[in-house]
């Protein structure tokens, strides 16, 4: 079955610097990658995807790649604040077979500091 | 539009013991998907369900069942409660099954076992 891998586990970063997180992915049959974000207590917020015909996406200060033939995903999160702080996951979906079974990496906290 | 909801919000169960989780999906959203969350780990697709069957399932035992009710709402069970169930439920609804359709989560059910 599909395997994510994602990295780092943790992030630090100065307020205003860019993040990046990457993940990996085994199967190449997958062409769906979202990306959530989850805050201490709540459930994962849909922040930012990316369909397998398309290479980047941006939205504001959050930006995706796809890089199918490598097949890996980033996550890019400019200019970056305090509320940005939580636990990022990334996620992938193949089209057919098990439903809508999402296949999540183990998350990358990351910590914005002032 | 209503985002998806779940209760209870916490829950403490004993060994053996018997649970059912509710979660009730986003207005216009006929496919629900549950998933467990592990402390540090990224969420476990169990099971989906779409028009009240389930159409795919992930490495969950049997006693791990579900219902899916005519408004779309839907119930996860657990049967038979091990230590190791100990974990965050969550439930994502989608507007349907089908390989890009984005998944909404709601806040998650925290069950402990002891």
């Known amino acids: 079955g599909e395997n994510v891998e994602q990295h780092p586990s943790t992030l630090s970063v100065q307020e205003g610097d860019s993040a990046v997180i990457k993940c990996t992915y085994s199967?190449?049959?997958?062409?769906?990658f979202p990306w959530y974000k989850q805050e201490l207590g709540k459930g994962p917020q849909l922040i930012i995807d990316?369909?397998?015909?398309?290479g980047e996406k941006k939205d504001q200060r959050i930006a995706v790649t796809l890089n199918k033939t490598a097949k890996h995903f980033s996550l890019h999160i400019t200019e970056t604040q305090p509320e940005d702080s939580a636990v990022y996951f990334c996620?992938?979906?193949?089209?057919?077979?098990?439903?809508?079974?999402?296949?999540f990496g183990t998350g990358t906290q990351l910590k914005v500091e002032l | 539009e209503t985002g998806v909801t779940q209760s209870p919000t916490h829950l403490i169960k004993t060994r053996g013991q018997q649970v059912t989780l509710r979660c009730s999906s986003q207005?216009?959203?006929?496919?629900v998907s549950w998933y467990q969350q592990a402390l540090g780990q990224g969420p476990q697709f169990i099971f989906q369900?779409?028009?009240?069957?389930?159409?795919g399932r992930g490495n969950f035992p049997p006693r791990f069942s579900g219902l899916q009710f005519p408004n779309y709402s839907s119930e996860l069970n657990v049967n038979a409660l091990e230590l190791d169930d100990s974990a965050l439920y969550l439930c994502?609804?989608?507007?349907?099954?089908?390989?890009?359709?984005?998944?909404?989560f709601g806040p998650g059910t925290r069950l402990t076992v002891t």
């Open positions: 199967d190449s049959a997958s062409n769906y």
């Open positions: 996620a992938a979906k193949r089209p057919t077979g098990g439903g809508n079974k999402l296949t």
């Open positions: 990316i369909r397998s015909n398309v």
């Open positions: 369900y779409y028009r009240e069957e389930e159409n």
């Open positions: 994502a609804s989608s507007r349907d099954s089908g390989t890009g359709s984005e998944q909404y």
């Open positions: 207005s216009g959203h006929n496919t």
